[in-house]
């Protein structure tokens, strides 16, 4: 068994204002992510100026913490909705769902492209391989908070965490760390640097994650509101990705069958 590393999940207090590890790492992934796109568009065939690049990111932000949090609402905990309305905005406090985040990207990229007058799948090829910089800081804040725990293990590597009671457990904020960030951005900026055609890009992007994170959910509890949802081991993460998976070949196939250019 590995000690769990019980940080305080308050990076900074100044006075009653309270800076969280949590938010931390959203800033840290929105950074890494801001200088990583604009090293891309030095690549004149995505067509993207700095000035549209720093746009982009200020759309997605606001996509990925209004979605995320609307969707952890409407998909993992309504009740927040009549029992603890207030605790709606508290999003440092994590709560956070990840497919709720991408349709907040979807959404807020769509009105990017109308302003710019982009095409939507190349800006999507454009922004993916970043996106798992920013699932792998926020699987730190997820362990920091010492929140969405493994299940119990015998496996060496697992831990006590100070809310899970008395039972060692899969540390599987990491393994979504490893497979959904590292992993997953390692291929995508591997893959795009060979100019694939348009679409692809975010194909592997949808089946890579998909794959990744319903293989973690076989070593995470389920949310607590939630349990199982279906045959006492599918939980409502897996069933999310189940159509980002069937989304993700469609649009391998077509990529690969059509083979548009990857220029936005």
């Not at 009671?165 to 540390?171: A, D, E, Q, S, W």
Request: net charge positive; proline share 5%; aromatic share 16%.
């Amino acid at each position: 068994m590995i000690h769990y590393p019980e940080i305080n999940p308050i990076a900074l207090s100044l006075g009653p204002l309270a800076i969280r590890w949590y938010g931390l790492m959203y800033l840290l992934g929105i950074s890494l992510g801001w200088f990583l796109l604009h090293r891309r568009c030095r690549d004149k065939d995505y067509g993207f100026t700095q000035e549209e690049v720093s746009d982009l990111i200020f759309y997605a932000s606001l996509g990925v913490v209004i979605g995320g949090r609307l969707g952890y609402i409407l998909f993992y905990d309504t009740a927040l909705i009549w029992q603890a309305p207030l605790d709606i905005l508290k999003v440092w406090q994590g709560g956070m769902s990840f497919h709720g985040g991408l349709l907040g990207v979807l959404a807020a990229s769509a009105l990017f492209c109308r302003k710019y007058h982009k095409a939507f799948m190349g800006v999507m090829d454009f922004i993916a391989p970043v996106v798992p910089i920013g699932l792998a800081f926020g699987r730190l804040g997820n362990f920091i908070n010492g929140e969405l725990w493994g299940r119990v293990t015998d496996m060496p590597w697992g831990m006590i965490f100070p809310t899970g009671g008395p039972f060692v457990r899969h540390p599987s904020q990491l393994y979504e760390f490893l497979l959904e960030g590292v992993a997953l951005f390692c291929l995508l900026w591997w893959y795009s640097s060979r100019k694939p055609p348009r679409m692809a890009v975010s194909a592997l992007f949808l089946l890579g994650y998909s794959v990744a994170r319903i293989f973690c959910e076989f070593f995470r509890m389920p949310d607590v509101q939630m349990g199982f949802i279906a045959f006492d081991w599918m939980t409502m993460g897996q069933l999310l990705c189940l159509p980002m998976l069937v989304l993700g070949i469609v649009l391998w196939v077509y990529a690969h069958k059509r083979k548009y250019t990857l220029r936005t």
